[in-house]
């Protein structure tokens, strides 16, 4: 099989592909619900459990093996194999594809079940490492979920293999779903279990939602393989990885490891710094995240998703035109759909968090904590719903060492910006969420002048256009949250929960309303372009 680095000249036959913005709504609406159900799930654990150290036990327990799937499964595992399952079922056949597909999984099904029994054995010594700061009786509980919750790396990062699977012959609907099914099974079971161990949901509950991770796990899992089966895919152990695609998986993983560590690196240093703050922090800068996440998995995880095997295929064809093209649109996309979410957030960040956590014991001065991070969090948005394109981009080209190096810049500023923003200037938990922002942000523009100058052209006119009629449609949006912050909402305290909830969203409906009205006005082309599209989808549903 012909793994070489160099694109294919093109020739007059080369096909003309175009990302599929229909993949990228049916991706992001997926996504979105996930994230919805994941909001859900932690809004339960607020209102049970509060958020002090019990919450920031089971949050730092849950970062480990997460923080490794990350690492090995969802990104350079998963980044690394469709890459080179797009490029071998492009060079070769379908059948090629499935057995690197068979090798890849018994491959890490062997490596990730070793990890797993390690890191059980090991758990006290991770605890120690990663959150210093908790005392005795927090560190014990840490470790006890955290032993719990080791084998769903196992478990997740089969499910991301799976999903890459079905994403490389453009199925993209169940994989995205997929995670929904997580946060369905982890709610279920760890409610009613947390509620059969302690049903007045002290520390001892928390291993029953332990638990309930396994099973969401083990459900992300199972739900698409039948699709997988229709599409002829039948596992079976393969214990020869002397092979060229694996050799491929691999040299394109040792990088993206890298360059992911880095990335994961910046988080745990984080979560170093969040536990010497006392109790909550964590959680907190949890919360914050979450709902950063959302428009981030509605618009650049659907993004990077449908971008990568079209942008790999691309780059096989030798179709460098097209591949410039199609990734420029990618971006300009993500902007599009992101900024307009950071100038929401950052401004209604506080009634956002009152909304959706001041519940049971979650009181408000804990909400105001975590709407703190939630501003300092969206002003990275853009840049990490940017990168979800980008980064694909230099993988799609066999430039895997170029996101690594400058990882190493990433993790040199994350550390010298906390140091500043938490020590320095007392920032506290905001400071961590400021630097994380700060970071994404760089980082993307120092990987977009890297593929500029590669490419040498990436249409940088069209998409500082965008920016400028963005920013212009955002004030529009801006004004109306102002407005509405000094009328609407501003006897916010004296309101009750149905008054909040309804006023909160007419102000959101009325911001995203002149957001399109100013964005039409500005004639934004990739804003008509998706207006169109939605057109023409009602009236084919009509």
């Known amino acids: 099989m012909n793994t070489g680095t160099g694109p294919k000249p093109p020739t007059a036959k080369t096909p003309t592909e175009r990302l599929n913005t229909r993949a990228a709504g049916i991706i992001g609406l997926a996504v979105m619900c996930s994230r919805v159900l994941g909001l859900i799930r932690e809004q339960l654990c607020a209102a049970l459990f509060g958020g002090g150290g019990a919450m920031d036990a089971f949050t ?111 199925v993209f609907g169940m994989p995205a779903m ?26 001892l509950a928390l291993t029953g939602l332990a638990i309930g991770t396994l099973f969401g796990g083990a459900l992300q ?26 050799s491929a998986v691999l040299g394109l993983m040792g990088p993206s490891v890298i360059a992911a560590s880095t990335t994961q690196f910046n988080v745990l240093v984080n979560s170093i ?50 591949f410039r093209g199609e990734l420029s649109r ?6 599009l759909m992101t900024i307009p979410c950071t100038v929401g957030l950052v401004m209604l960040a506080g009634p956002i968090v009152s909304v959706l956590y001041e519940h049971g014991r979650f009181d408000a001065f804990q909400s105001a904590e975590a709407a703190g991070a939630l501003r300092y969090y969206a002003i990275g948005l853009a840049g990490y719903a940017a990168l979800k394109v980008l980064v694909n981009a230099f993988y799609a080209l066999d430039q895997r060492r170029t996101p690594m190096y400058t990882s190493f810049f990433a993790v040199a500023l994350n550390l010298l910006l906390n140091w500043i923003f938490t020590r320095e200037l007392g920032w506290g938990h905001r400071g961590l969420a400021f630097s994380t922002g700060c970071v994404a942000t760089c980082n993307f523009l120092l990987l ?95």
Not at 68 to 77: M, N, T, W, Y
Not at 301 to 313: D, E, F, N, Y
């Open 330 to 335: 990618g971006m300009r996309l993500a902007f």
């Open 273 to 322: 710094f969040a536990s010497q703050l006392g109790d909550g922090p964590i959680f907190w800068l949890a919360i914050a995240f979450r709902l950063m996440q959302l428009p981030l998995g509605l618009f650049g995880v659907a993004l990077g998703t449908v971008t990568l095997p079209l942008l790999a295929r691309l780059a096989v064809s030798g179709n460098m035109s097209a």
């Open 448 to 542: 977009y002048w890297l593929m500029h100058r590669h490419l040498k052209r990436l249409e940088t006119r069209r998409m500082s256009t965008l920016l400028g009629k963005v920013a212009l449609a955002s004030a529009g949006l801006a004004l109306v949250c102002w407005s509405s912050q000094h009328w609407l909402l501003g006897d916010w305290a004296g309101l009750r929960f149905a008054a909040r909830l309804g006023l909160l969203l007419l102000t959101i409906t009325a911001g995203g309303l002149a957001f399109l009205a100013c964005g039409t006005a500005l004639r934004i082309e990739e804003l008509q372009e998706l207006l169109q599209a939605l057109r023409r989808r009602a009236h084919r549903d009509a």
């Open 221 to 246: 899992l199972g739900v698409q393989l039948p699709q997988l089966h229709r599409l002829g895919f039948r596992y079976r152990p393969d214990f020869h990885w002397r092979d060229p695609g694996v």
């Open 178 to 203: 997929a995670s929904s099914f997580f946060n369905l099974g982890s709610i279920a079971g760890g409610v009613v279990l947390g509620y059969w161990l302690d049903p007045h949901f002290g520390p």
């Open 60 to 170: 730092a327990a849950f970062r480990i093996p997460n923080l490794l799937r990350d690492l090995f499964a969802e990104g350079a595992l998963s980044t690394a194999f469709v890459t080179t399952f797009s490029k071998t079922a492009a060079r070769s056949s379908d059948a090629a594809a499935w057995a690197l597909a068979n090798k890849i999984a018994t491959l890490a099904a062997v490596v990730l079940g070793a990890l797993c029994v390690v890191g059980i054995v090991f758990t006290p010594q991770l605890v120690a490492t990663l959150a210093p700061g908790f005392n005795p009786a927090k560190a014990a509980l840490t470790v006890t979920l955290t032993r719990v919750m080791f084998p769903f790396i196992l478990l997740v990062s089969l499910a991301a293999l799976v999903m890459g699977m079905l994403n490389a012959k453009n």
